[in-house]
């Protein structure tokens, strides 16, 4: 497929437009999230009331648990689908993808601000966090100084990115009594700044992610213990964010029969089977160049969750090398799912299953403390529901919009 | 070429050149992405030599600990049954004990500070690195390192709870108190207080046998090589309370040590020495190589971030590109609007 015919697939905005998906809010699959997202509350506030350590395993051999890496470190690399798109389409010019922008974004939106609430669950002293914002407080040694600023940035960032779909939405008359269209005009020329920042601070935050862990020395295995962390850690997000994108498109798609956005899928996967390639050479090379290689074929516990692991990215590469491998949905939705699996145990690994502590520390999660996460989630996905029902996010053709209120 | 992959390849190639441009000014710099400089001993830098062959598991240490630090006493479920709260069985420093001694053994034990058939004992509190990867990971600076005596301090009302020392300490030191709905941090602040007053850290003054003894850094290394020099079993006379202190001594024979000063050098160097019978990584005292790993963790952060130069760079290349695709595709504007016309 080439760019001309990409292009000839980019509808014509006279026709078609970021349009809510209608609809009712209330279905099936949003009241059983609803009731994770409840049990998920009723352990939040036992956290609050008693203690972490009533619903949560963390120890302080491990004191970091999934509170902070499936929620923050995970969850924020499936946040990634905005800036990954923002790059493709606004850095690199390939506006074919301009369709897949505003959902990526909202995803983003919500996995951002969501990991934010996480931390703030997670924060021991979470009445201090202010203090995050006082200059005389901070610590610009701090890897984690540099996410959580860089994070809050971000997320404001995102918000600004999204606002258009708010403003689009509103009443005229609403707008001009409270002087909004002139905020409408301030974002549309100045848009550019924002989507700049929000390819910066993520290429920021997420590699500092990698970062984090070089405090930990001997404490994680050699196999993941490296100085490009960091550069693994981007490279990663960046090839989550693309599988996000895929993975809520074609989701979407099924969910709601809309029109199927495969040739631009198709064309993304590549794009996403390049970076894995590329994380692949960075991660075995410095492995040989390190002489540490030989660890992964020890099949200890660490060299099988490197095996696994690897696989997971290995895995897309070798699916997506073919031209028609890709075109095909169903491998390429397998291709998808591996390569969020790979960033995600990836992640886990780094943090969690290859520290050890000493000492005969070890850690599992406790079932409120992953119910916690499960309804963290469970509100990030009512939430999309909620604004891709009323907002202008999807890029519809104009009969799907005129049907709305069909029950999905 | 169709126009469309010509300008694509503009775009990628300028986005390319941004980036290289930079990251190539700091790259060009020294030991780029290399750990920065190791930190040196504060002049006055106060510390403990702890001896574990002198030392006879009392605990009055841990119960002075308790005291002087207003601690409450630990009785961990698995030996609740022979314990019933009469006193302190703490297993391990946690967020209500900041000072623990615990005991090695191994097969029969028969003699104490030997590997095979044998028990020694170990104290754990903080060691008060020379670089602690503690401070530097904090975000807040709720970590802090007296600039002259060298004393690692917490400070809970600036922390925020992230627990990251916890994570990132190479001694497991720092304890968060997970029971608590208002946790704080715990660790040896190698009783701050008192040594304002002129008096000893707790665990120093209480012990019998000097095993845990306080002094300057300078002092207490001399003093542990001058023990590792003896021969085993000559008698000497072992200081008690303070190194250089007015206290009387007492004699006892030189232990079988391991020839190696345990906190010398370990993580870039901390002020607490160790002289042990048994290795000290059976004791639960790590294998460390001699650099701090805050100072590769600094090391690459601030070759990234110099001066902001580089995300500044950055951020300059993709404001152009941002600017110039965003316009190209006016019509497809994020922020265009359908009723543009009214709202003006």
Redesign the interface.
């Known amino acids: 497929m080439?760019?001309?015919n990409l292009?000839s697939r980019i509808p014509n905005?006279a026709l078609e437009?970021h349009q809510p998906l209608g609809g009712r809010i209330v279905t099936k699959p949003f009241m059983i999230l609803g009731v994770l997202v409840l049990i998920g509350g009723y352990f939040i506030l036992r956290r609050?009331?008693?203690?972490?350590?009533?619903v949560?395993h963390?120890?302080?051999?491990f004191?970091?648990g999934t509170w902070v890496v499936l929620d923050v470190v995970i969850g924020t690399a499936f946040g990634c689908g905005g800036f990954a798109m923002?790059l493709l389409?606004?850095?690199?010019?390939?506006?074919?993808y301009?369709p897949l922008?505003?959902p990526a974004?909202l995803g983003g939106v919500f996995g951002y601000t969501l990991a934010g609430l996480a931390v703030m669950i997670?924060?021991?002293?979470?009445w201090?966090?202010f203090?995050?914002l006082?200059p005389w407080?901070?610590?610009t040694?701090?890897?984690?100084?540099?996410v959580?600023l860089c994070v809050m940035a971000y997320v404001t960032v995102l918000w600004i990115?999204f606002w258009?779909a708010f403003?689009?939405r509103m009443p005229?008359a609403f707008?001009?009594r409270f002087h909004?269209?002139k905020m409408?005009i301030f974002?549309?020329r100045y848009?550019?700044?924002f989507?700049?920042?929000g390819?910066?601070l993520p290429?920021?935050h997420q590699?500092?992610l990698g970062?984090?862990l070089?405090?930990?020395?001997?404490?994680l295995s050699p196999l993941w213990y490296t100085?490009w962390l960091?550069l693994l850690f981007l490279i990663s997000a960046l090839a989550m964010g693309y599988g996000v994108v895929m993975l809520e498109s074609t989701l979407v798609q099924r969910a709601f029969k809309l029109p199927s956005e495969a040739a631009l899928l198709t064309r993304l996967s590549r794009v996403g089977a390049g970076l894995l390639t590329l994380f692949l050479v960075v991660r075995i090379g410095d492995l040989l160049a390190r002489g540490q290689l030989g660890l992964a074929f020890a099949f200890d516990r660490y060299s099988i969750l490197f095996l696994i692991e690897t696989t997971l990215f290995a895995a897309p590469v070798l699916i997506l090398a073919s031209k028609r491998r890709c075109a095909n949905t169903r491998l390429r939705f397998l291709a998808t799912i591996s390569l969020l699996a790979a960033g995600s145990l990836y992640r886990m690994n780094g943090y969690l299953l290859a520290i050890d502590?000493?000492?005969g520390w070890i850690y599992f999660p406790s079932a409120p403390e992953l119910l916690i996460t499960v309804g963290v989630v469970g509100l990030e996905i009512m939430l999309y529901l909620i604004f891709i029902k009323t907002l202008p996010v999807l890029l519809l053709p104009g009969r799907i919009a005129e049907a709305a209120g069909r029950p999905s | 070429m169709d126009p469309d992959r010509r300008q694509f390849l503009r775009g990628a190639a300028s986005a390319i050149a941004t980036t290289a441009a930079a990251v190539a000014a700091p790259v060009n710099e020294a030991r780029a992405f290399g750990p920065r400089e190791p930190k040196t001993l504060p002049p006055n830098a106060v510390g403990m030599l702890y001896d574990s062959t002198l030392c006879v598991g009392c605990k009055a240490c841990v119960t002075a600990c308790k005291e002087a630090n207003d601690k409450p006493p630990e009785q961990p479920a698995a030996l609740a049954a022979w314990n019933q709260g009469t006193w302190d069985t703490a297993e391990d420093i946690s967020g209500k004990t900041l000072n623990v001694i615990r005991v090695y053994q191994d097969g029969a034990m028969t003699q104490k500070d030997r590997e095979e058939d044998g028990y020694a004992f170990v104290k754990r509190h903080c060691l008060h690195c020379v670089d602690p990867s503690c401070i530097s990971v904090c975000p807040v600076s709720a970590m802090r390192k007296d600039p002259e005596t060298g004393i690692v301090t917490h400070n809970p009302d600036a922390c925020i709870g992230c627990r990251y020392c916890v994570y990132g300490c190479p001694f497991n030191v720092p304890q968060y108190q997970f029971d608590e709905p208002f946790g704080q941090i715990a660790k040896c602040q190698f009783c701050n207080h008192l040594q304002a007053k002129g008096q000893l850290p707790a665990c120093c003054d209480v012990c019998p046998t000097g095993a845990s003894l306080f002094g300057l850094v300078a002092d207490l290394q001399a003093e542990a090589e001058r023990r590792l020099a003896q021969k085993p079993g000559a008698v000497y006379e072992f200081p008690r309370g303070q190194l250089g202190g007015d206290r009387s001594g007492h004699e006892a024979p030189i232990g079988e040590y391991q020839p190696h000063v345990y906190g010398e050098k370990e993580s870039g160097g901390t002020q607490v020495r160790y002289l042990t019978g048994v290795p000290h990584e059976k004791l639960g005292l790590p294998v460390l190589p001699d650099h701090a790993y805050s100072a590769v963790s600094e090391g690459m952060q601030h070759t990234l971030y110099k001066g902001m130069i580089a995300p500044l760079a950055l951020l300059g290349g993709l404001v152009v590109l941002a600017r110039r695709n965003a316009k190209a595709y006016h019509d497809e504007d994020p922020t265009r609007t359908d009723d543009e016309e009214d709202s003006r």
């Open positions: 080439n760019a001309a292009e905005p437009n609050f009331l008693f203690g972490m350590g009533d949560s963390m120890s302080n051999g004191p970091i923002a389409v606004y850095i690199l010019n390939r506006n074919a301009h922008i505003r974004l997670d924060l021991g002293r979470y201090n966090a203090n995050l006082l407080y901070a610590q040694n701090s890897v984690i100084f540099e959580a990115e258009p403003l689009e005229p707008k001009k909004l269209h409408q974002l549309r848009m550019y700044v989507i700049a920042l390819v910066l290429t920021m590699s500092s970062s984090v070089l405090i930990m020395g001997s404490k100085t960091p502590p000493g000492n």
